[in-house]
């Protein structure tokens, strides 16, 4: 079974990862959305109580693992990359960031990065304030308005799911990439996040279920 | 003795159960009143406690050793009120000079202040905030200055977590102080006896004293003209609207009880429609509705100023209304208590009866009058189940002590096995719990900052004043919808509506909400802004809720009933011999089902092979009964079903025969391995998922916020399914995980009752008809809009399929 779906988007080849992300094979890039790095943690701090492994251990496995599969020259990260303040758990980022010295790490902050400038500096970060422009594509956290004509903008924050039904009144609901020129909306990618229910509309989805991407 | 000589005022005659509490009080005593409203149930505790309190004044005159002598806990605020009014009018009557304070959620910040300094002799409040006050510092201080204390309408409480609550509560207040007398107020429950022996808690003794008052109640079923034209399926029962309103037309003030909000709301519509003249003496009444529109309708029945009001269970509790002479009861009661609680909201003035009319909403429903006439008549009635290891609610109550005053575990834990709900737990158990609040469970991380419950010298105590605040607001064991709050454009509030309603709409469509057709101009953040609409058509919104299963005994005296129509030669109630023409027509295609024999019918028609079964036992049961058959069926060969149920029965549709005589000689339906046979039929992991909302939501896993105030807690929110992910992947032995899966087990597929139902058809004659055509009896279960699917596949394997389905 394949794990990744190649698409075209704008004349550019595009993987589609079971990893809820994307690989542009042209530029070497891994594209990262919403990890939400830090979660629990932020809620073990404020008392609630959530297992402290939850979603860290395996989204930095998913992580380590990616690299050693596409051996990317860089990760963008489409914002809310860590979750909220910092907290002790900022220490497994710069950790994860120690083991790819070459790799060039981008991060366009979302509204989840509230962390201060010398943080991102620790971890070698490279942070753009809305969005970064390369060829015809716009990388940004939120979907961005006025995109121009001809420009494709790929966008994470929505969490995108879709919703299928089946035969016998079945329905599933499950995490997508979602296309609707001129915006590609990735899934989040931490495994500690939620979904937003988003209609297909006029649009294409691809949906995850962690071993297969499928266009529904 | 101050009873004597207020009673000789009112020129009154205490009711022997009176005299008897009063005295038991005075002995000092503990127990459980069982005393129907309406018959002075709250003097006959009260003036035992008045005396008591009188002479515990006299012995200690310091000012200053003066605590709370009295804690009234009641369910509900508008009993509270009651409460208030009747205990003052005693006060003032007798110049007893008490300070008789009511402490809910509404209490003001002053109020509360000048309770904290003065120490009110009688509190009256609700389970939610004793649990506030013991969230308070010095709380065990104040609280030990507590004798007494009343749990009113304690049946109400029981079955629910709520009732766990006050058994912790009053754990905690028993050990402050030893001598701490406990008295309970209960409508009457088939088990009594546990009640008080809850309530008390172990080592306890105490009394029941019933008042065992003749309670006269007329029971008649509204029947339709013609049985022909009378539908064989439906829940909202509007054929009869006219004849309800005859009785309304013909009684002083009526209520009108419906199962849900959406069918009262129809319900009122309807009445309207058909006689206009109504317009502002007919009222809506449910628990969506604004305390202001509520108030004014209660206000309005307490004048007698309302002709009739639609109403939910909102109106099930609470202050009589003296106006109301007739309830009508629109569809199935679900429960004999239920029936009787509703019937007695009239005719409550001593040796009054008590009148209730019962609206059948389909023709096999008829039957149910005269089941609760039986059933009133040889006083059958239903258990309240108490929740047993709620840890939930302990977590709750273990971080409350801890940011009150902060305990001391040796202390706490063998108070808990005190109570019914936690004398199970073992040390590991408890230890467990306090893993999870000191160190948010087992932890391995070397940057972890879990921060709740601090341990010092062996106390546990919360430091943090943020974690103190958000755990205050959090106090409770009522977990809602997130709600939207409907308000015009003037800003006038109208109500709140579940938000997953309001997210379906568009603006510019209408609904029906308050009794009024309602256009959605726009929603901003959590606030619906509508205006009145002149369309005659909108949505009605359906709220959640409203499924209750056919209660245990009601399913009884139903199958009563139908073994005593078999029996000609015994007189027979006028609902059953109107149901005559159906009995034959259904003994015509099939086999009449009763009591004494499980009536099975197979059928083929163009959707495909149907098996319908009769077992008299309420959806819970049926809906495990179906899944247990569909996996025992499954075992010899694949099969999908698709199953309806009502109380009933229920049916399995496949698109291959089965054979189910032999089937059944195989052991289709037999107890051997009945638990691990349910066990794997049903997807337990779906309904403990739901069930884990709530258990998030009281131990505090869930924040919801902090109310009207914009703090940002959106870092801080995430929704229960994902903690439930979390724990099944990362800690699947977590309590309350475990908890969500007993509590499926126990409650959602009601075990006990499902074995019991199994055992009972493993002796009955099993008479299997192949029929031609529907019946009577299978119709309305075929009508059944709600299906289910039931096949043992794991989610990957679903997913897949579906997947395959889309190619």
Redesign the interface.
């Known amino acids: 079974m394949m794990d990744y779906l190649p698409i075209q988007l704008n004349g550019i080849t595009v993987y589609l990862l079971v990893e809820k992300c994307v690989f542009l094979p042209h530029t070497h890039t891994l594209v990262i959305a919403d990890v939400h790095l830090g979660?629990?943690?932020?809620?073990?701090?404020?008392?609630?109580?959530?297992?402290?492994?939850?979603?860290t251990q395996r989204d930095y496995k998913t992580l380590h693992h990616l690299i050693v599969k596409y051996n990317p020259n860089r990760i963008i990260f489409l914002g809310d990359l860590f979750?909220?303040?910092a907290?002790?758990?900022w220490?497994?980022f710069l950790e994860f960031v120690n083991c790819y010295p070459w790799l060039n790490l981008i991060l366009i902050l979302g509204n989840?990065d509230i962390l201060s400038p010398t943080h991102y500096d620790q971890a070698n970060l490279l942070t753009y304030k809305e969005s970064l422009i390369e060829d015809k594509m716009i990388f940004s956290h939120a979907p961005l308005d006025n995109i121009p004509y001809g420009m494709l903008n790929m966008a994470g924050h929505i969490h995108p799911a879709a919703s299928?039904?089946?035969?016998?009144?079945?329905s599933?609901k499950?995490p997508c990439f979602h296309f609707q020129y001129p915006y590609f909306l990735l899934p989040a990618f931490g495994s500690?996040?939620?979904t937003f229910l988003l209609p297909k509309g006029d649009g294409q989805q691809f949906?995850v279920?962690g071993k297969?991407v499928?266009e529904? | 003795m101050l009873a004597e000589k207020w009673f000789k005022q009112k020129h009154w005659k205490p009711h022997q159960f009176q005299r008897e509490t009063w005295a038991a009080v005075i002995d000092g005593e503990s127990g459980l009143l069982n005393a129907p409203t309406g018959y002075g149930k709250t003097y006959a505790l009260w003036f035992g406690i008045v005396e008591q309190l009188v002479a515990y004044r006299q012995k200690h005159p310091k000012k200053a050793s003066h605590g709370v002598f009295c804690l009234w806990i009641t369910p509900l605020r508008s009993l509270s009120q009651e409460i208030v009014l009747a205990l003052n009018r005693v006060n003032e009557d007798l110049d007893l000079q008490l300070d008789i304070a009511l402490r809910t959620g509404d209490t003001s910040l002053k109020e509360r202040k000048r309770q904290l300094l003065e120490h009110p002799d009688v509190l009256i409040t609700t389970p939610e905030s004793i649990h506030l006050m013991l969230a308070q510092k010095g709380a065990s201080n104040r609280l030990k200055q507590i004798q007494f204390i009343v749990v009113d309408e304690w049946h109400e409480l029981l079955g629910s977590k709520r009732g766990v609550l006050t058994e912790l509560a009053l754990s905690r207040l028993k050990h402050l102080n030893p001598k701490l007398q406990i008295w309970g107020i209960s409508a009457t429950i088939g088990n009594l006896e546990e009640a008080k022996q809850i309530l008390l808690g172990g080592q306890h003794n105490g009394l029941v004293i019933r008042a065992n008052l003749p309670k006269k109640t007329q029971i008649t079923t509204v029947l339709p003209d013609v049985l022909e034209k009378f539908p064989w399926g439906g829940h909202l029962g509007i054929h009869l609207a006219t004849k309800v309103l005859d009785i309304i037309n013909q009684s002083g003030t009526t209520l009108i009880f419906t199962n849900t909000r959406s069918q009262a709301e129809i319900w009122y519509q309807e009445l309207l429609k058909l006689q206009p003249d109504l317009a502002g003496i007919l009222a809506l009444h449910h628990g969506s509705l604004s305390e202001e529109i509520r108030q004014w309708v209660e206000e309005g029945l307490h004048k007698g100023t309302l002709k009739a009001v639609v109403c939910t269970s909102s109106l099930d509790l609470g202050v009589d209304f003296r106006p109301v002479d007739t309830v009508i009861q629109v569809g199935s009661a679900k429960g004999i208590a239920r029936f009787l609680q509703r019937a007695g909201r009239s005719g409550h003035q001593p040796g009054a009866t008590s009148n209730i009319w019962f609206v059948p909403t389909h023709s096999l429903e008829i039957m149910e009058g005269a089941a609760l006439r039986y059933a009133e008549q040889h006083k059958l009635m239903e258990n309240r189940i108490p929740y047993i290891r709620s840890f939930d609610v302990l977590i709750q109550y273990l971080v409350t002590l801890a940011v009150g005053d902060g305990f001391k575990p040796q202390e706490i834990y063998p108070e808990i096995l005190q109570t019914h709900c936690f004398a199970s737990i073992t040390p590991a158990e408890f230890r467990q719990c306090l893993l999870l609040i000191t160190q948010g469970g087992k932890t391995l991380d070397a940057y972890d900052e879990f921060h709740k419950v601090m341990v010092e010298d062996g106390l546990y105590k919360v430091v943090s004043r943020k974690i103190a605040m958000q755990h205050r607001l959090s106090i409770g064991a009522i977990v809602s919808d997130t709600m939207m709050s409907v308000h015009y454009l003037s800003g006038k509030y109208i109500g709140s509506i579940e938000e997953w309603f309001i997210s379906r709409l568009k603006t510019g469509d209408t609904f029906w909400f308050a009794g009024k057709n309602l256009e959605l101009l726009r929603v901003k953040d959590l606030r619906a802004i509508v205006k009145i609409s002149t369309k005659k058509k909108g949505l009605v919104p359906s709220w959640m809720g409203g499924r209750l299963p056919l209660s245990t005994h009601l399913s009884i005296a139903i199958r009563h009933m139908l073994n005593q129509w078999q029996d000609q030669s015994l007189p027979q109630e006028p609902e059953m011999l109107f149901l005559a023409p159906l009995f034959q027509e259904q003994e015509k295609r099939s086999a009449l089902p009763n009591g004494n024999r499980l009536v099975i019918e197979k059928t083929q028609t163009k959707e495909g092979f149907h098996l319908f079964f009769y077992p008299f036992e309420g959806k819970f049961v049926h809906e495990g009964m179906a899944a247990l058959i569909a996996h025992r069926l499954g075992k010899t060969k694949a099969y999908t079903f698709s199953v309806a149920l009502n109380d009933y029965g229920f049916e399995l549709l496949s698109d291959q025969e089965v054979f189910i005589e032999e089937a059944i000689e195989q052991g289709l339906l037999t107890t051997y391995q009945l638990s691990q046979d349910v066990q794997q039929s049903v997807n337990m992991t779906e309904m403990a998922r739901k069930r884990f909302r709530d258990i998030a939501g009281i131990a505090g896993l869930v924040f919801q916020g902090y109310p009207g105030r914009k703090i940002k807690t959106k870092h801080l929110q995430a929704n229960s399914g994902l903690f439930f992910k979390v724990f099944e992947e990362y800690e699947p032995d977590n309590l309350l995980l475990k908890e969500a899966y007993d509590e499926v087990f126990d409650f959602q597929l009601d075990y006990a009752r499902l074995q019991a139902a199994f055992k009972r058809i493993s002796t009955q004659e099993i008479v299997i008809k192949h029929t031609t055509r529907l019946t009577p009896f299978a119709f309305p279960i075929f009508a059944e809009s709600f299906r289910e699917r039931f096949s043992n596949e794991a989610l990957e394997d679903r997913l897949t399929k579906i997947i395959a389905q889309l190619e």
């Open positions: 979660k629990a943690a932020h809620f073990r701090k404020s008392g609630i109580i959530i297992p402290s492994s939850a979603g979750h909220s303040i907290n002790a758990s220490q497994y989840h299928l039904k089946g035969l016998g009144k079945q599933l499950l500690l996040t939620g949906v279920t297969v499928k529904i």
